[in-house]
């Protein structure tokens, strides 16, 4: 099968993969009457008087948005808001499917940071969480962090966030099987946008000390010339030993790679230059950085991809879906550090010793205990850190 073919002709059947539909039937005057016009009044009344009401008598408690300006559409780039509709409702899909969420897509025909959230913000009174998607970096880190500011629903980036989350997992899993101390090891990570950004904050917070940032200038170091504000910021944090020059610098001696870059872009040679036992995730899609076969052959220990046709598939399903139920069963005000952790140690745990190989560190996708059990923990971690409202 050629997927792409036929996925474009199961498009045009579809006409669209989301749709309303009615938790109530209205067949006769009475029904009317209480769905809509004159009852309906009273639970507007009692929102108006009480705002928290709007979670119980509305939909509102089970809704999330999932919202792009089409900037940075999978790997396809900046293609505008509408191109990037298929995706949007793609992820919605994946929000019904595997956690019940109601998801809706929102795509926004500006690429101004104070539009867009302002925009955002206006509409948020009708959801319970806002999901960020395919917005390109720079701006998305300004949008998130301005939302968060002034929304009282969960704001979650899933490009960053979801992708370091399940990165997170699979580490966890791996060096495990490896007998690696997670703060005694060398983690070097190609990309250093958004992606690539909140996998180094989020691995140091999972206790890894020595991460090493590349773009495609080479490693990233503070005092660098022409650094971005974000690059600036990363360059302080990350890089202890202070090293310069290009990747292959970076990955000699390192127990880690992770991959959100550009295809092609790593040698065998450089995969053999690693420490023993080295673990290497590839991520970028539809072509990583290099191919599984050919890093395994060069003396990798395990490798993990983004792509399906491979072992140890790195995908945000096992996380977002999740982590929006989990928020919203409790109906957090935020997806902070701590949930984030857990759910990292949730998909984690999925992955018994007895299971746990070079070719299985990952719970598959379609695993129905994934759902529940990261909304279990990110509930448990909302009450903990004290961002849970019920």
């Not at 539809?286 to 399906?308: C, F, H, K, Y």
């Not at 957090?332 to 190989?357: G, P, Q, R």
Request: with cysteine.
């Amino acid at each position: 099968m050629d997927i792409r073919k036929e996925s474009l002709k199961k498009h045009y059947e579809w006409k669209g993969k989301i749709e309303v539909c009615s938790r109530t039937e209205v067949k006769d005057k009475e029904a009317l009457s209480l769905a809509y016009t004159p009852g309906v009044a009273e639970p507007c009344l009692e929102i108006e008087k009480d705002y928290n009401k709007s979670f119980d008598l509305t939909r509102r408690h089970n809704m999330v948005a999932v919202i792009t300006n089409g900037s940075a559409v999978l790997g396809l780039g900046d293609i505008g808001p509408e191109a990037g509709m298929p995706v949007m409702e793609g992820k919605c899909v994946l929000f019904k499917e595997f956690a019940d969420v109601d998801a809706f897509p929102i795509c926004i025909r500006s690429k101004d940071v104070d539009e867009l959230v302002r925009t955002i913000y206006l509409i948020s009174g009708s959801f319970g969480g806002i999901n960020l998607e395919d917005i390109a970096a720079p701006r998305c880190f300004e949008i998130e962090k301005k939302l968060k500011e002034i929304c009282d629903i969960p704001v979650f980036h899933d490009d960053q966030h979801g992708t370091a989350i399940v990165v997170g997992a699979a580490l966890l899993s791996t060096l495990k099987l490896v007998k690696k101390d997670i703060s005694k090891i060398k983690c070097v990570v190609n990309g250093a946008g958004s992606a690539g950004i909140a996998i180094s904050k989020h691995l140091m917070k999972l206790g890894v000390k020595n991460i090493v940032l590349c773009d495609k200038f080479g490693i990233i170091y503070e005092g660098q010339e022409g650094l971005s504000d974000v690059h600036k910021e990363m360059s302080k944090i990350t890089n202890p030993e202070k090293l310069s020059g290009t990747l292959k610098d970076a990955m000699a001696g390192a127990d880690v790679f992770i991959g959100v870059s550009a295809p092609n872009i790593v040698s065998k040679e450089m995969v053999a230059s690693m420490a023993k036992d080295a673990v290497v995730f590839p991520m970028a899609n539809p072509n990583p950085e290099i191919m599984p076969q050919d890093a395994l052959e060069a003396g990798a220990r395990v490798v993990g991809t983004g792509r399906s046709d491979f072992p140890n598939q790195i995908n945000n399903v096992l996380a977002f879906p999740g982590i929006f139920r989990g928020a919203l069963d409790v109906r957090a005000s935020d997806i902070n550090d701590e949930m984030k952790i857990a759910t990292s140690y949730a998909i984690a745990s999925l992955v018994s010793d007895d299971e746990l190989s070079e070719e299985y560190i990952l719970p598959k996708a379609f695993d129905e205990r994934v759902g529940k059990t990261v909304a279990k923990a990110v509930a448990e971690a909302a009450i903990k850190s004290g961002v849970a409202r019920i």
